[in-house]
C-alpha cells in the first residue's frame, strides 16, 4: 500500500520556520517528482515546491521563493519543506503529492498537515 505522510505542521508565530516531512512508503518513487501544495480555507489549492527523486528539478511558487527549501534524503525515502520567515499568509494545510512523470499525473496525495501562522 503506498502511502505519503506528512509531519511537522503547527502553529508559529510570523517570522518563524518549521519544517514539514513526507514520508512515502510502499514503492519505489524513482520515476517521480514530489511536491508540496498547500490550501488555506476558501482557497484552491496552490503549488509550492517541486523535487525529483532522481535529483534536481527543483521548482518554487513566486510567494515562497527565498523563504522555503525543499529537499529530500532517498536513504529515508523522505522529502522536506524548511519554511522560514513565516508569513500569517502561509497558513494552510499543506498537502505532499507523488507526480508520474511519465504521463505529468498526481498519482499520490498525503492527508495533509496544517500550518497555522500567527501575527
Known amino acids: 500500500q503506498v502511502q505519503l505522510v506528512e509531519s511537522g505542521g503547527g502553529l508559529v508565530q510570523a517570522g518563524g520556520s518549521l519544517r514539514l516531512s513526507c514520508a512515502a512508503s510502499?514503492?519505489?518513487?524513482?520515476?517521480?517528482?514530489m511536491e508540496w501544495f498547500r490550501q488555506a480555507p476558501g482557497k484552491e489549492r496552490e503549488f509550492v515546491a517541486a523535487?525529483?527523486?532522481?535529483?534536481?528539478?527543483?521548482y518554487y511558487a513566486d510567494s515562497v521563493k527565498g523563504r522555503f527549501f525543499i529537499s529530500r534524503d532517498n536513504a529515508k525515502n523522505t522529502v522536506y519543506l524548511q519554511m522560514n520567515s513565516l508569513k500569517v499568509e502561509d497558513t494552510a494545510v499543506y498537502y505532499c503529492?507523488?507526480?508520474?512523470?511519465?504521463?505529468?499525473?498526481?498519482?499520490?496525495w498525503g492527508q495533509g498537515t496544517q500550518v497555522t501562522v500567527s501575527s
Open positions: 503529492a507523488a507526480k508520474r512523470l511519465s504521463t505529468n499525473e498526481y498519482i499520490y
Open positions: 523535487i525529483r527523486w532522481s535529483g534536481g528539478g527543483i
Open positions: 510502499g514503492r519505489t518513487f524513482n520515476s517521480y517528482a
